[in-house]
């Protein structure tokens, strides 16, 4: 696929992509999602070295490993169709969510969980 191809089925100028492919550009999130939509591929491709399967930096390993969780992935792609306020609600809400979940007493019931208590 050519660089012009890929901006018009993504939206991202090729003028980026080109910096992108260059190590001169720092895409967003939102950006590295409209990339891998349009090529057909997971956000997490962009973070592996093909050749050697290493994750690649900037991101920690942890975070990097996240990345390869299924629900993860699937929150990412919902995410990357979010305006910026939109993506800030969700984070404060998750944040909010992890807080109770790590006072003390706190529990993760099982998805398909009909127990209230």
Known sequence: MTIKQLESRSGVSASFISRIENDNGNPSVE??????EALGIPVSDFFYDQKGGKILYPLRLAQARLLQDQDVGELMELLVHL???????VVQ?????????????????????????
Do not use: N
């Open 83 to 89: 305006s910026s306020d939109q993506r800030k609600a």
């Open 93 to 117: 809400i998750a944040a909010g969510a992890i807080q109770l979940l790590k006072a003390p007493g706190g529990r993760v019931l099982p998805m398909d969980s009909d127990d209230p208590g």
């Open 31 to 36: 950006i590295v999602g409209k990339l891998a």
